[in-house]
C-alpha cells in the first residue's frame, strides 16, 4: 500500500456549526507518485442531525463509518485509489478519494454491499492531478483555520 492508515484529525467550526476533518497522515506519498490524477468526492446526506453535537445521530454515524471502512477494503487492496480525507459537517460527510482509473473504482463502489438499502450518497469526479481539491483544505487546517 501506499499509504499507510494513520490519520490526522482536525476539528472546529465553520459557519456557526461543528466541523471534523480527517486526513491520511502520508497523503504526500500518493501525490506525489503522480499515480492519481482523478478526484472522486463522495458526499452522504445524513437523515439525522443530533444538535448537541451537530453531526448526524450516533445510529447514522455508525453506517457512515462502516462504508468508510468499506471503502478502503474494496477501493485501497489494488492500489487504484486512496481515500485521503474525510469531512462532516451540518450533516454532510464527505470523502475525497483520488484514483488511477475511473471504471475501476466504480467497480469497486459497485463491489460495496448494499444489503441493507442503498446509501444516501452522491459521487462526482473531476481531472484534478495537482491535487487542488485535498489541498485547499488541507492548507487552511495547516495554517490553522
Request: net charge negative; glycine share 4%; aromatic share 8%.
Amino acid at each position: 500500500m501506499l499509504v499507510n492508515n494513520r490519520w490526522v484529525r482536525a476539528s472546529g467550526d465553520l459557519n456557526g456549526k461543528p466541523i471534523s476533518i480527517q486526513y491520511r497522515e502520508d497523503w504526500s506519498l500518493a501525490q506525489e507518485s503522480e499515480r492519481y490524477p482523478v478526484c472522486v468526492q463522495i458526499a452522504w446526506h445524513a437523515d439525522s442531525l443530533d444538535e448537541s453535537t451537530g453531526f448526524p445521530s450516533d445510529q447514522e454515524q455508525n453506517q457512515i463509518l462502516a462504508f468508510h471502512q468499506a471503502l478502503q477494503d474494496k477501493l485501497e487492496p489494488s492500489e487504484n485509489a486512496v481515500v485521503a480525507m474525510m469531512i462532516t459537517h451540518d450533516a454532510i460527510n464527505q470523502w475525497i478519494i483520488y484514483c488511477e482509473d475511473l471504471d475501476v473504482m466504480k467497480d469497486a463502489l459497485d463491489q460495496i454491499p448494499t444489503d441493507q438499502g442503498l446509501y444516501p450518497i452522491e459521487v462526482v469526479a473531476d481531472d484534478d492531478a495537482e491535487w487542488q481539491t485535498f489541498s485547499k483544505v488541507h492548507e487552511v487546517i495547516v495554517q490553522g483555520g
